[in-house]
C-alpha cells in the first residue's frame, strides 16, 4: 500500500508524535508497504511526484527533517493561516490510507477527521464526531455517566465560570485538576489543599479556557485497547514516583508496566467489558484505549479514552499486542486493516 504517516503538529505532545510517526513508518516499511512520513503543520516543499512513494525511503532522514522546525512552530503559527503545510493534502490524496500518528489538538480533535472525509481521504482511526467527544473531558464523562459506566465524579468548568470553592462543586479534596482536552497528563495537578488547587486552576487554566475538576481516586492505574470492538489484555502502570504524568510515560525506567496485568480473572473480565462499553459510549471505531483507576477494594473507574493513542514500539498497545502474539509491525498492519472497516 502507498501510505502517507501523518506525525508531528502543533499541540505539546509534537515530540511523541514525531517518536510514533517514525517507529510507526519504518514498522510498515518492514512490512513491504511504501510508507512516508510527512508532519502535518511543516509539510515538505520538495516532493518528487513521479516516485512519491519510493521503494527505498530513509525513515529516520524524515524525522530530523520535522524536528527542524521545532523551534520555529510558534512563529510559523502566528504568520500562517492553514493548519495543513506545504504538500500535504496532495500527497495524502496519493495515499491508500493515511495512518495517523497525530497526538491532542488539530490532529486528534477531529478537526483533521472533518477535513479528510469532505476530501475522500481515508484515515486510521475512529471519525470526526467521535474524534471530538472523545477529546473533550467534559462531554467523555457525561457520555460515560449516561450509559452507567463508572467514572469519578467531576464537571467541566470554563474559565468564565470558575469556582475557587470546591464546596461550589459540591466536592472536597483531594482532587485532580485537568485541562479538558489535553493529552499524554499535560496539565494534570493532584491536590490536597486550597493553596495547591488555586494553584493548579492558573496552571491548567494557561493551557486552554476550560478544566475538569474530579474526585481522586487512590489506588492502582490501568490501560485496556479496545481495537474491533475487541478488549485486548490488561495493563498495569506503576509509576515509581509520583503518578503517571508527562515524565513518567515518556522517561525511560520511571514506570513498571506489567501486561499481562495482576488480577482475578473476575476483575480482569469486568475492566475488559467496561472498556468496550465505554468504546461503544463514545462511538469510537477502529481502535482506541481506555484507561483505569481501581481502588483496593476492586471498584474501577473509567478515567478516559484516547482515539490515537501513543504508537511508539514500547508503547501500551504495543506492549498488549504482544501478548497476544502480535509483533509491533503485524499490529500497525492491523490497525489499517480494522481502520479500512468504516470505508467498506
Known sequence: MKIVVLAGGTSTEREISV????????????????????????????????????????V??????????????????????????????????????????????????GKLQAAFDLMGIKYTGTGYLSSAMAMDKGITKQLFMMNNIPTPKGVAMPVTAASRNLKDLGMEFPVVVKTCCGGSSVGVYITGNQKEYEEALDNAYSYENEVVVEEYIKG?????????????????????????????????????????????????ERMQRFAVEAAKALSLEGYCRLDFMMRENGDMFCLEANTLPGMTPTSLIPQEAQVLGMDYPTLCEELIKVSMKKYA
Open 19 to 58: 517518536v510514533s510517526g517514525t517507529g510507526i513508518c519504518q514498522a510498515l516499511r518492514q512490512k513491504g508497504h511504501r510508507a512516508v512520513l510527512m508532519d502535518v503543520f511543516c509539510g515538505m516543499e520538495d516532493v518528487d511526484w513521479d516516485n512519491a512513494f519510493p521503494e527505498e525511503y530513509d
Open 60 to 109: 529516520e532522514k524524515a524525522a530530523s527533517y520535522m524536528r527542524s522546525f521545532d523551534e520555529k512552530i510558534e512563529d510559523m503559527k502566528q504568520k500562517r493561516r492553514s493548519f495543513f503545510g506545504p504538500n500535504v493534502l496532495k500527497l495524502c490524496e496519493l495515499a491508500d490510507i493515511v495512518f495517523l500518528g497525530l497526538h491532542g489538538a488539530n490532529g486528534e480533535d
Open 220 to 268: 492502582r492505574e490501568f490501560s485496556v485497547a479496545v481495537v474491533d470492538g475487541e478488549a485486548y489484555p490488561v495493563i498495569e502502570i506503576a509509576p515509581l514516583e509520583g503518578f503517571y504524568d508527562y515524565k513518567n510515560k515518556y522517561q525511560a525506567g520511571s514506570t513498571v508496566e506489567t501486561c499481562p496485568a495482576e488480577l482475578s480473572p473476575e476483575l480482569t
